[in-house]
RNA sequence: GGCCCCUUGGUCAAGCGGUUAAGACAUCGCCCUUUCACGGCGGUAACAGCGGUUCGAAUCCGCUAGGGGUCACCA
């Protein structure tokens, strides 16, 4: 595979969500894999909704994600600026080239008139599009009105009967037919430029060479193509993703659950998790192999394997592989990561105060066990806090054996030193035999005592968090 | 409604004219185990339908159905 030029374009209207996240990592990967260019810049043309907080937010999660770029905002480059509201000049010179070539024209209708013609060609046949009303005024016409006020839009004029082959790797050639389109706005009666426009004009002036997107955008290709041919550039490459949906098959937003980059942050997934899943969704390797790093996936990724059916986003899978990238992170790595989620919590003091020893025993005695970071917040309870006893705990504590056998067990347990919670481990092991007990009925109990619930983290490692002063309260606490 | 895209198990998906139709998640069962997890083993489960083309179709073509996108002075 050659080196693309590609690039993320988001606009800032809104948190960074899946599905814009998915085309940006898609883009990332072919630029690392084919040791090509990765462009970052900012649509905000629509300067109602765009929000320089949104932008913030979008370049912070793409940072989360793992995700760099050679050339865009932030880190600048030879063709900036890279927000388009500061390259309005750029897109004027060649809106006055086609205004002068009569390959556009000014249009001085009303949205009111626009929204009507709208509703009629709707109910009518179906095929909307815009009339050419303004199309043939004339040039005197055109300049008393913009000297009596009138604010007009441009149009292109889009030439009729003529067939536009958009080529893209995933959808493969897909035929479009100018008799469809009717003429388009490229300037808005405000002087700012379409979006249409200016995607154009900054992917030919970056030098983009693959335009890859949502699929949402494969209807608007054809024009953007006619902008291509009518200022004489060559057409890039393109590559239509699929979109990603929700449960029920439909687009996925905001009433399927967390859609936005920084909730999956602040719900505990780990960014390399969240970039595995999303390459996953739409694109497939090679091998067996899904656990993947970022470098694996770089070095695997390839536009030809997107898949061109939308995929459903299935939690259930992120949960899956979360847990493995938890499970592949070396303790400190882990013990650093999952402290912000402790301090943001209940636990915020006691997480301050407590050693770096214990610390690590909580880490290690967790580390396996959880979905999500987000997930100590529940798990770290049982070691730093006391809880009543729940019925089954109760039930069993209330059996006579039971508290003779916990009698024995603190006692034998008063004198017994330990580091590791393997010590502590064959420690119960040895008391189950000298008693000649069965496991269950020892560990069960002492669970209970310990803990108030039946299950958890292994006990060794409980123990070994309280010590043995603690351990024994607990023991003579739950037996009164 | 016009135009465009899509259709393999519940979900992600491999497959690119000849396969017992991979694998993963989820689910179910068994094993490991003090418990819950983890891990291991195994099971259930799919080519939307109909017509072609072909010696042979999940794979190629057409139609039908279903789903989705888009038709903005939003991106």
Redesign the pocket.
């Known amino acids: 595979m050659e080196k693309v030029t590609v690039r993320f ?3 800032p ?1 809104g948190p960074l969500h899946i599905g814009g996240a998915r085309s940006a990592l898609f883009n990332y990967l072919e630029a690392r894999h084919t040791g090509g260019r990765f462009i970052v810049r900012i ?8 929000k320089r907080e949104f932008e913030d937010e979008i370049i912070q999660s793409l940072k989360w994600l793992g995700l760099d770029w050679d050339e865009g905002i932030v880190v600048g480059g030879e063709n900036g600026p890279y927000r ?1 509201t500061e390259r309005l000049e750029i897109y004027q010179q060649y809106v006055r080239k086609l205004l002068e070539e009569d390959q556009a024209y000014y ?5 009111e ?3 009507k ?2 509703e009629q ?2 109910a ?7 009339s050419g009303k303004c199309s043939h005024l004339s040039r005197e016409e055109v300049q008393k009105r913009i000297a009596a006020g009138e ?3 441009v ?1 292109l004029r889009v030439p009729p009967g003529k067939q536009l082959e ?1 080529h ?1 790797y ?8 100018t008799d ?3 003429d ?2 490229i ?4 002087g ?8 154009v004009l900054d992917d030919v002036l970056m030098g983009v060479t693959l335009v890859m997107r ?7 290709t ?2 953007q193509l006619l902008i291509y041919q009518a200022l004489g550039f060559p057409t890039p490459a393109f590559a ?1 993703v ?2 990603i ?1 929700g ?5 996925m937003s905001k009433r399927h659950g967390a859609t936005s980059v920084m909730a999956y942050r602040e719900m505990g997934y780990l960014p390399e998790a969240v970039f595995n899943f999303l390459a ?7 091998g ?4 993947m790093t970022q470098e694996e996936i770089i070095a695997q990724f390839d536009v ?11 939690l ?6 979360n ?2 990238h938890i ?1 592949r992170l070396s303790l400190e790595e882990f013990k650093r990561r999952m402290r912000p989620y402790l301090e943001n919590s209940e636990f915020s003091e006691d997480i301050k105060t407590l050693s770096e020893e214990k610390y690590s025993v909580l880490a290690q005695a967790l580390k ?4 999500c970071l987000a997930d100590v917040k529940d798990q770290a309870r049982v070691f730093l806090r006391r809880q009543e006893p729940e019925k089954e705990a109760q039930e069993l504590l209330a059996i006579p054996e039971n508290q003779a056998m916990l009698k024995t067990f603190a006692e034998e347990f008063s004198a017994f030193d330990f580091q590791e919670a393997a010590e502590i ?1 064959s420690f ?2 040895k008391f189950i035999k000298n008693h000649q007990l ?3 009925n ?3 109990p ?2 209970s005592a310990l803990t108030g ?9 409980l123990i070994l968090f309280w010590d043995k002063q603690e351990t024994l309260d607990r023991i003579w606490t739950a037996l009164e």
Not at 43 to 50: F, H, P
Not at 170 to 177: L, T, Y
Not at 192 to 199: K, W
Request: proline share 6%.
């Open positions: 374009a988001p606009s209207t649509e905000d043309t629509d300067l109602e909704r765009s388009q249009c001085f209708c009303t949205e008139e626009l929204e013609e709208r060609q709707m009518a046949d179906g095929l909307v599009r815009y604010k007009p839009a149009r958009v893209d995933v959808r493969g050639d897909v035929r479009f037919d469809t389109m009717g388009f706005i300037v808005k009666n405000d700012i430029p379409v979006y249409n426009f200016a995607v949502a699929e949402e955008h494969l209807s608007n054809p024009r239509h699929s979109l949906l449960s029920d098959h439909q687009k996953l969704l739409g694109w497939s390797p090679e067996e192999q899904e656990i030809n394997r997107v898949s061109k059916s939308p995929a459903v986003f299935d259930n899978k992120l949960n899956y592989i847990q493995q499970k396996d066990r959880l979905v481990k119960i092991k069965n496991a269950k020892v560990y069960m002492l669970r619930v039946t299950h958890g983290p292994d006990l060794p490692w």
